[in-house]
């Protein structure tokens, strides 16, 4: 036990000091940090209000015009503001749906890698397969139409879009190391399945785990960003970016720039977790290929 | 005396990543006279199949080159031939088997596509000429019913019918030099004896020069007529068959014979105490100095060449250097 | 043989599952439907007529077996708006999503295997930096944005391209080629972003085969190693997941339709969900989901043809 814990540790030291030493997964990180920072701190960094910081006398303004450093909306609403406010949508946006797919979607591929059987083949696999034939966009849709619309029904939305892909990467991982020596040496000192699975699987599987998730926090921005694009998400006073895309469509040929913004901050903070989560599917392959 | 076939000249081939760079073989030097075999023979990761690569100038790409040196081939220095020429004599002037026949035949095309490859490429034969040639081949090479063969995959065929295959493919354009690197190590041992005296009788009859790669002393004393002892990416011994088997002189080369199970003997069988140095750790003196029974303070700090102690017969060891002409 | 009986048998369970899923969805709704799709203001003896024009009296199970009933016969129900045929809504919708669906995996392709294989080759180099930062950007750039963009440069700006407006293929080609392209291009370029790394990883892994090592052996060129023997092995894999690309790609088609007004099978779905026309989103539902399952299922099926080694009903020699 004891071996298994340092060897643990100075892995994971390996893959940290890997990590830092690759610039693409760095910038990665700095990106979602700053969005981090910026969702806490909206209420400091934000000049205007987003919501109720109407100015009808500086409607659709160019960035750059008074203190309105990237222009105005339709309302007078500056926004800069409004960006800033938006992270922590978000914010939400990434960290939500997929805590709530990770936290039920891993115990059960857990469950269905290790103990396999009629249960995982039959009932498990077969109630993913049948969530994976819907685009997960499509899922959302449905529910929408459902439950309505709303941003917390988005987030649902999109985390039960998430879980299929959590049993699937939880199951095969946990399939692939169940049969290792080290396993079956406890297992055979009796230790419980349910200790061997919390102590000596999930270690194991965690570094691809945590890659899904920076991944998952990608697509889930943009999941969200379509879903209030589309209206079933946020509605359009709260700046959640992909609301600010929606209304702004309708002056793409009068104000162009209020569309620009909240399309770069989104590229921007996905390609920001996309960089990360590759940067740290490297640093994990490379400790294998040793 | 023939000219040899292929002449390899302190050649020196280093592997580079992340700022590293471990020379793998250095100073190897060898030659290959017409009908010929010479036996490469070491431990795995001596460097023997570097030597191959390298000779053909297919050291992966990127993270390895040929440093220094010189290969003499059909009267060209191949280490200063450009890509294209070097693509003319691959598989048409020199030829090379690999050790896995399952996973060197691509497996999603026919045999019969795979071989008519080399034939298209490297000569101007209608389509019915290519296949003649290739049925005849395939007779050669003992294989039944080469018609179907064709047809087949590589995985429908067992492994002794894929080495012969690889051994038709390498043969069909008629080379010089053959290089077989472990051409027997993954096969049963009755297909083993097969393959190499199909081989042998095939190189009689061609007169062609093989270098025969191996770990497997026994492959060595069936097969080779000269020897080439590799340890630690150097050349420490070279000498008939003969020489070797009965008067072997380098420390490593006698410990290697040594440590062959025989049936007349008794007790644990012998090995050579310790282990193969890293690529790269040993710069000075003898590679071998760790492991030798016989060795003195100069074998760790001089420079030891390979010196001549008998005919055809060099040593690279500080006890035989002042005996012989240092080449 | 036995692979694919197994696969289609594993089917069954997954279908039974999803027409149960897209079935409940209906009666998912707070309240009863009838409620939902009248309204609260609605009178009580509406509601009540219209839960009984639903069936929604009759025990569940049974209302269950009439829709599976009317499924097996082609009937996807009426639409709560007009009370067509949803499957004639559907098949009306169904010609400029296809086109799309296809002009968007035309130029994934074209995008990604290119880049994907000159990745391979020269990996490392700039080539692959520059070609893995493009999918990397195909990756992060929500493609409805892209589309955005491509309206406000293309149509706005430079007046080239409509900005919205769809002719029928047979109609007018060149009218309908000026209309798709831009939602051709910005979905496409989005899935051109994960296949080019899998054609990348796949090439690769390919790369370091023995079987590569042979062919360079023989005196084969760069060119006739990579594309002839490499390419074929790498394919594998690419194939085996286009089937979960599709899906996204359905999925994707959904906003794109909704940005460049085309008349398509996505837009349908929206509208339905805003005008609250449940049937119509339920059957549409339905067609997806069975849609993704059967092209999944030729691609196992693909596979075995693809890959020689998984002739499963071939004797051995």
């Known amino acids: 036990m004891e071996n298994n814990r340092t060897r643990r540790q100075s892995v994971m030291r390996m893959i940290c000091a890997r990590f830092i030493r690759d610039r693409q997964a760095m910038v990665g990180a700095v990106l979602v940090c700053i969005l981090v920072l910026t969702a806490l701190s909206a209420s400091v960094i934000a000049p205007f209000d987003p919501i109720f910081g109407q100015n009808y006398d500086m409607v659709l303004q160019n960035p750059g015009t008074g203190s309105y450093m990237l222009g105005t909306d339709e309302l007078g609403r500056d926004t800069f503001s409004r960006l800033v406010y938006g992270s922590r949508f978000t914010l939400a946006a990434a960290v939500i749906p997929v805590a709530f797919a990770m936290i039920i979607g891993i115990p059960i591929g857990v469950y269905a890698g290790y103990k396999g059987g009629f249960m995982d083949q039959w009932v498990i696999m077969r109630v993913v397969d049948a969530f994976q034939a819907f685009p997960s966009l499509i899922l959302a849709l449905a529910l929408a139409a459902v439950l309505g619309g709303g941003f917390t029904n988005a987030m649902i939305a999109i985390g039960i879009g998430f879980l299929p892909n959590f049993i699937r990467i939880t199951r095969s991982q946990v399939m692939s190391v169940r049969n290792l020596d080290y396993i079956q040496a406890s297992k055979s000192v009796g230790c419980s399945d349910l200790s061997i699975a919390v102590f000596h699987i999930l270690p194991n599987i965690l570094p691809i785990l945590l890659v899904q998730m920076t991944l998952s926090m990608a697509s889930a921005v943009i999941a969200e960003a379509g879903l209030s694009y589309m209206g079933i998400g946020a509605s359009p006073e709260q700046p959640s970016w992909g609301s600010m895309l929606r209304i702004s469509q309708g002056y793409l040929s009068v104000q162009p720039w209020m569309a620009v913004w909240p399309g770069i901050s989104i590229s921007a903070i996905v390609l920001g977790f996309n960089l990360f989560g590759d940067g740290l599917r490297r640093a994990i392959d490379s400790k294998v290929r040793h | 005396m023939d000219k040899p076939v292929i002449e390899i000249k302190d050649l020196r081939v280093e592997f580079y990543s992340e700022g590293n760079t471990i020379p793998a073989i250095d100073g190897v030097g060898l030659s290959v006279y017409p009908g010929e075999t010479l036996g490469l023979v070491g431990e795995s990761g001596c460097g023997k199949s570097t030597v191959a690569l390298a000779a053909m100038r297919i050291l992966p790409r990127g993270i390895s080159r040929i440093a220094t040196g010189e290969i003499l081939f059909d009267g060209k220095d191949l280490t200063k031939l450009s890509e294209q020429a070097m693509r003319d004599i691959r598989g048409n002037d020199i030829s090379m088997i690999f050790q896995d026949p399952m996973t060197s035949l691509n497996p999603v095309y026919t045999i019969g596509r795979q071989l008519r490859e080399g034939l298209f490429l490297h000569f101007d034969y209608t389509p019915q000429e290519v296949d003649e040639h290739i049925l005849n081949m395939l007779k050669l090479v003992n294989i039944p019913r080469p018609d179907m063969i064709m047809k087949s995959y590589p995985h429908e065929l067992s492994g002794g019918m894929q080495q012969r295959v690889m051994i038709a493919m390498a043969l069909l354009c008629d080379p010089e030099l053959l290089i077989a690197d472990e051409p027997t190590t993954a096969l049963d041992v009755t297909v083993q004896a097969q393959i190499l005296s199909l081989m042998n009788s095939i190189q009689e009859k061609r007169r062609m020069g093989m270098i025969l790669i191996t770990h497997d002393l026994g492959v060595v004393a069936q097969m080779c007529q000269r020897v080439c002892v590799m340890y630690a990416g150097q050349i420490v011994e070279t000498a008939p068959i003969d020489t070797i088997l009965e008067r072997p002189l380098h420390p490593y080369t006698k410990g290697l014979l040594g440590s062959m199970p025989d049936n007349t003997d008794e007790g644990p069988l012998k090995c050579i105490e310790g282990n193969v140095p890293l690529p790269g750790s040993i710069s000075q003196g003898c590679r071998f100095a760790d492991r030798c029974a016989d060795y003195c303070d100069a074998c760790r700090t001089q420079t030891i060449e390979l010196a001549a102690v008998g005919t055809e017969h060099h040593v690279r060891c500080l006890k035989y250097e002042d005996k012989g002409v240092v080449i | ?317």
Request: contains cysteine.
């Open chain 3, 1 to 317: 043989m036995r692979n694919l009986v197994f696969r289609l048998v594993s089917a069954i369970p997954v279908l039974i599952l999803v027409s149960v899923m897209v079935f409940s969805l209906l009666h998912l709704l707070p309240g009863d439907p009838a409620t939902a799709i009248l309204g609260n203001e609605a009178s009580p003896e509406a509601i009540a007529a219209l839960n009984e024009k639903l069936g929604m009296n009759k025990p569940i199970i049974v209302q269950y077996g009439d829709w599976v009933y009317n499924l097996f016969h082609g009937n996807l129900g009426n639409s709560m708006v007009d009370n067509t045929p949803v499957t004639k809504l559907i098949a009306q919708r169904l010609p400029a999503t296809l086109e799309l669906t296809v002009g968007a995996f035309v130029v994934a392709i074209i995008i990604a295997l290119p880049s994907g294989i000159l990745s391979a080759a020269r990996p490392g180099t700039w080539i692959d930096h520059v070609c893995t930062f493009i999918s990397m950007l195909g990756m992060s750039i929500p493609h409805f944005w892209l589309g955005m963009m491509m309206i406000l440069f293309f149509a706005v700006k430079l007046g080239l391209l409509p900005a919205s407006g769809y002719v029928s293929l047979t109609q007018d080609p060149v009218a309908n080629m000026e209309a798709m392209i831009m939602p051709m291009i910005a979905t496409g370029f989005r899935q051109s972003a994960v296949l080019m790394r899998m054609v990348r990883s796949s090439m690769l892994d390919v790369m370091n085969a023995d079987y590569i090592r042979t062919a360079v052996a023989k005196g084969l060129s760069e060119r006739a190693v990579l594309v002839g023997q490499a390419l074929r092995n790498a394919m594998i894999p690419v194939v085996t997941t286009s089937g979960l690309l599709i899906a996204s790609l359905l999925g994707g088609l959904v906003i794109t339709e909704t940005i460049f007004s085309i008349p398509g099978f996505g837009k349908l779905m929206i509208d339905s969900v805003f005008r609250r026309d449940f049937t119509t989103v339920q059957g549409s539902i339905l067609i997806v989901a069975v849609f993704v399952i059967i092209v999944n299922i030729i691609v196992d099926v693909l596979y075995t043809f693809i890959d020689p080694r998984i002739k499963l009903d071939k004797e051995d020699k």
